[in-house]
């Protein structure tokens, strides 16, 4: 038997997955809100819906991967009437740990999954996402066809919704504290007439090396920022960092990286690159 998979959201990520989906041999059919975002999939076999109603109809998994809480609850408040009680329903978007709280209400009788990604563009259209679960036990292998499909690994982490949610800011605090010390790093460099290229290449193969550093850094240089994690999106979830951290812990490295996103956002360059915080840091 064919199982069928509903995507909302055909984004950055959501496209992607979508067509490893279909790959894997899954009956796809994709939503956007807007449609024209999702009809490139129809080349990799996607059913393309105009309704939200029409495209989770009869599914046995609802995948959400839209931009933030917000997106979730009004996609799943249209499709809630005619998402079937057999469903699973995905939760795969970072949205925090008060909106995981709030969506997982919103399920009622339909079996909830918290699973957000950690990956960005590329590893999402290699179908190598790590996906991070928070689910009851008895879902776990219904689940595996749908993670296998998008990820190279998934960690169950608990049976309770926030549970993987609050792993993935942690992962997310890191990612973006890293690219923010990279633009440091990168600027300290052009401002002491020192090559950045002698700097990566000083901590290549070593225990200081990370290789996200090194793809970040390239763009840095060469001032290009296509997206793979928009500014925007980073803002966005360093906010929920913030926000869940409150003050049980110190994140003065999160809120600096969070205030050069801002000037990098409210000056227009959001939809770039999150390695475009660097034109907030270099004063050259």
Same mark, same amino acid.
């Given at each position: 038997?064919t199982?069928?998979? %509903?995507v909302?959201?055909t984004?950055?990520?959501?496209?992607?997955?979508? %067509?490893?989906?279909?790959?894997?041999?899954?009956?796809?059919?994709?939503?956007?809100?807007?449609?024209?975002?999702?009809?490139p999939?129809?080349?990799?076999?996607?059913?393309?819906g105009?309704?939200?109603?029409?495209?989770?109809?009869?599914?046995?998994?609802?995948v959400?991967?839209?931009?933030?809480?917000?997106?979730?609850?009004?996609?799943?408040?249209?499709a809630?009437?005619?998402v079937?009680?057999h469903?699973?329903w995905?939760?795969?978007?970072?949205?925090?740990l008060?909106?995981?709280?709030e969506?997982?209400?919103? !399920?009622?009788?339909?079996?909830?999954?918290?699973?957000?990604?950690?990956?960005?563009?590329?590893?999402?259209?290699?179908?190598?996402?790590?996906?991070?679960a928070?689910?009851?036990?008895?879902?776990?292998?219904?689940?595996?066809?749908?993670?296998?499909?998008?990820?190279?690994?998934?960690?169950w982490?608990?049976?309770?919704?926030?549970?993987?949610?609050?792993?993935?800011?942690?992962?997310?605090s890191?990612?973006?504290?890293?690219?923010?010390?990279?633009?440091?790093?990168?600027?300290?460099a052009?401002?002491?007439?020192?090559?950045?290229?002698?700097?990566?290449?000083?901590?290549?193969?070593?225990?200081?090396?990370?290789?996200?550093a090194?793809?970040?850094?390239?763009?840095?240089?060469?001032?290009?920022?296509?997206?793979?994690?928009?500014?925007?999106?980073?803002l966005?979830?360093?906010?929920?960092?913030?926000?869940?951290?409150?003050?049980?812990?110190?994140?003065?490295? !999160? %809120?600096?990286?969070?205030?050069?996103?801002?000037?990098v956002?409210?000056?227009?360059?959001g939809?770039?690159?999150?390695a475009?915080?660097?034109?907030?840091? !270099?004063?050259?």
């Open positions: 038997m199982v069928t998979v %509903a909302l959201g984004g950055i990520m959501g496209r992607p997955m979508a %067509a490893n989906l279909a790959k894997a041999g899954l009956a796809v059919r994709a939503w956007n809100r807007t449609t024209a975002k999702a009809e999939l129809r080349e990799h076999g996607v059913e393309v105009e309704s939200v109603t029409d495209v989770v109809r009869d599914a046995d998994f609802v959400t991967m839209l931009a933030d809480g917000e997106a979730v609850r009004a996609a799943y408040d249209e809630k009437g005619a079937p009680e469903a699973v995905l939760q795969m978007s970072t949205v925090g008060q909106w995981t709280a969506l997982a209400a919103l !399920a009622g009788a339909v079996p909830f999954v918290d699973a957000p990604v950690l990956g960005t563009k590329q590893p999402a259209e290699q179908g190598k996402l790590i996906v991070l928070a689910g009851a036990e008895d879902l776990r292998e219904k689940c595996a066809s749908v993670f296998d499909a998008v990820g190279v690994r998934t960690i982490v608990g049976t309770e919704p926030g549970a993987a949610s609050r792993l993935k800011l942690v992962a997310n890191w990612v973006i504290a890293l690219t923010n010390a990279t633009a440091e790093a990168v600027a300290l052009e401002a002491l007439d020192v090559d950045a290229d002698h700097f990566f290449d000083a901590i290549s193969g070593g225990p200081l090396d990370a290789g996200y090194h793809v970040k850094g390239k763009a840095m240089r060469a001032g290009e920022y296509p997206a793979s994690f928009t500014a925007s999106n980073a966005k979830d360093l906010r929920l960092v913030l926000e869940a951290a409150g003050d049980r812990a110190d994140l003065g490295g !999160a %809120a600096a990286a969070m205030a050069h996103l801002k000037a956002v409210d000056a227009g360059h939809d770039e690159d999150m475009a915080l660097y034109r907030a840091v !270099a004063k050259g």
